[in-house]
């Protein structure tokens, strides 16, 4: 049984809203509608958080697998007040290591784009995971 998930809807630092998107290392498309002629981009909210009662010893690792694994980045938050912030600010990369989670949100950011040699599709070959070794507190 998973004890841990993601979460999406503009979840709040250190509480427990936002909508759950995928638990455990299973397994959810993160959902974006780009226009690939005009090669977009989108900044999601994001947050990952234990069940009540559990933790993830050490890291969280986060990080997407997948056929179009590429198009998208993490990063981590750092009070960002809102995605076109968080696009300018954050330090995109493949993966990021998270430290101290617990049963509240710890916020991160996740970036998609398109290009403009993209056939319009609905492209749901890229899913993200968060690999952490959960115990009970």
Not at 16 to 40: N, R, W, Y
Request: net charge negative; charged share 20%.
């Amino acid at each position: 049984m998973a004890h841990h998930a993601i979460y999406i809807n503009n979840p709040t630092a250190g509480t427990t809203d936002g909508t759950k998107i995928s638990s455990g290392t299973g397994t959810q498309p993160l959902k974006a509608t780009l226009d690939a002629t005009q090669s977009e981009t989108a900044v999601i909210k994001c947050a990952v958080r234990c069940d009540s009662g559990y933790k993830i010893e050490s890291d969280t690792t986060i990080f997407f697998i997948g056929d179009t694994a590429d198009k998208w980045q993490v990063a981590e938050d750092n009070d960002y007040d809102n995605a076109t912030i968080a696009d300018q600010m954050c330090e995109w990369q493949s993966e990021i290591t998270l430290e101290s989670v617990t049963s509240v949100n710890r916020v991160f950011w996740v970036k998609v784009s398109s290009s403009s040699d993209e056939n319009p599709s609905n492209d749901d070959s890229a899913t993200i995971q968060a690999i952490g070794l959960v115990s009970k507190e």
